[in-house]
């Protein structure tokens, strides 16, 4: 018998995944209002090192614990992939809208199953590789180049989905050498140590006022990563991830009433068209998984 807790386990899921859509929102709104008074690495700095505050705690135990040579390469790998990842991201958040932004950084999943295919040799099922040639279209459909003038915005924030996505391929080997937790508390403290020096470098006088709403940015990522691994719990990625697709439509409105960005079709479009995609290979491995897996009762001895 379905009970009602059964029953209200999607919704839960469908919730939190809406508020880690919101969450996200205003992160990239607010990068979005502090433009370009700062440098992006600066920027990504002071963000960083306001992450590196919040998650110490749980950070120290396994410093103290102390971690191989082995784990030490791969943090320091992903640290300089994520490095040069926000700091593209910050640069393109203050040069392109909102939606641009949005869609073209759903091409991280891609990146990632690309990746894992070639890496990890997950192999390329024809039906992956058409979920993967619609992303690619989609894509296009949001730059349409030949169509219009491209900035550096643009190919920034290609720049960045491309390494957030080599950045969370390194972390699905993370978890051997510490927990969840640790990984995202260790990427902290060695991105902010990565953006130092090119901080430093780069250094333009600073208000209260972008430090304090720096801390934002890094508050609510943190709690749009919390949301985000609240929804998974709570529900299937094939219930949680089509909602994804409103981060756009929300990201879309922002931009309309807040910064007077006019609202592209095409970019809703485009974006779309990757979402499609990206659902599509999620439910596909969840019907997969389902398969392989054997049923409780026959998992039994």
Not at 67 to 83: D, G, K, N
Not at 218 to 240: K, L, S
Not at 268 to 274: P, V
Request: with cysteine; net charge positive; hydrophobic share 55%.
């Amino acid at each position: 018998m379905t009970t009602l807790t059964d029953q209200s386990r999607p919704v839960q899921g469908v919730l939190w995944m809406l508020a880690t859509g919101l969450c996200f929102v205003v992160v990239n709104g607010i990068v979005r209002y502090l433009g370009t008074a700062l440098p992006a690495p600066q920027s990504a700095f002071i963000r960083f090192l306001w992450g590196f505050v919040f998650l110490l705690p749980v950070l120290a135990p396994v410093l103290k614990r102390g971690l191989s040579t082995e784990a030490w390469q791969r943090f320091t790998l992903r640290a300089l992939l994520h490095t040069l990842a926000v700091s593209l991201w910050f640069y393109a958040m203050a040069r392109i809208s909102l939606a641009e932004v949005t869609a073209i950084g759903y091409l991280n999943p891609i990146v990632v199953t690309v990746g894992a295919a070639l890496i990890f040799g997950e192999g390329f099922a024809w039906r992956r590789m058409m979920a993967i040639s619609v992303a690619i279209i989609g894509a296009l459909v949001v730059l349409r180049p030949g169509l219009r003038e491209l900035s550096s915005g643009h190919f920034a924030q290609l720049g960045a989905a491309l390494s957030f996505g080599a950045s969370y391929l390194v972390a699905k080997t993370l978890t051997r050498y510490a927990p969840a937790g640790a990984v995202v508390a260790m990427l902290s403290a060695m991105v902010t140590i990565a953006l130092a020096p090119l901080a430093i470098w780069l250094w333009e006088p600073v208000t209260l006022v972008q430090v304090l709403w720096l801390g934002g940015v890094a508050a609510f990522a943190t709690a749009g990563h919390y949301c985000m691994t609240r929804a998974f719990a709570a529900a299937p990625m094939t219930v949680t991830q089509p909602v994804t697709f409103l981060q756009l439509v929300w990201a879309s409105l922002m931009g309309w009433i807040v910064f007077h960005e006019s609202i592209d079709p095409y970019v809703l479009l485009g974006g779309g068209m990757i979402i499609a995609a990206i659902s599509y290979m999620t439910i596909r491995e969840a019907q997969l998984r389902r398969r392989i897996t054997p049923a409780p009762n026959q998992a039994k001895i």
